[in-house]
């Protein structure tokens, strides 16, 4: 019964045991039926983990390439459209004002002007009414 385990189980510790030194792959060699299942268990756990840091640092690796790219890509479009919002020659292009609101900014002016009067008018029948 524990022989068809260790033919059906993937890991196998005879085939790793040829990279120990001789000392210890004598005394591998003399592993009693539980000691060979709990090598074979710390032996899957360890392949179970370094797949696992494999697949972590494979999927970091992408992830890390982006965030720095990102950040290169997004240092250089500002330091680009900083440098062209300061050239000279553009300069009284972006500080003249629109159109539309210099047509407000008058009218606002006029209503301001109109107002003033209206508060004259006003202040003037009140006064005389006291008189």
Do not use: G
């Not at 539980?34 to 710390?42: D, F, L």
């Not at 756990?45 to 494979?58: C, D, G, M, P």
């Amino acid at each position: 019964n524990n022989n068809n385990n260790n033919n059906n189980n993937p890991v196998s510790v005879a085939p790793q045991t040829n990279l120990l030194p001789a000392q210890l792959r004598t005394q591998s060699a003399q592993l009693t039926d539980h000691e060979r299942i709990v090598t074979e268990v710390i032996m899957t756990l360890l392949q179970s983990y370094f797949a696992i840091v494999t697949k972590n640092i494979q999927d970091s690796v992408p992830k890390a390439i982006m965030h720095f790219l990102v950040n290169d890509v997004k240092e250089n479009i500002q330091h680009e459209l900083v440098a062209d919002l300061y050239k000279e020659d553009m300069l009284d292009e972006l500080l003249e004002e629109a159109d539309q609101v210099a047509q407000r900014r008058q009218q606002c002016v006029e209503s301001m002007s109109l107002l003033k009067t209206a508060l004259d008018v006003l202040n003037e029948v009140k006064e005389q009414s006291y008189k």
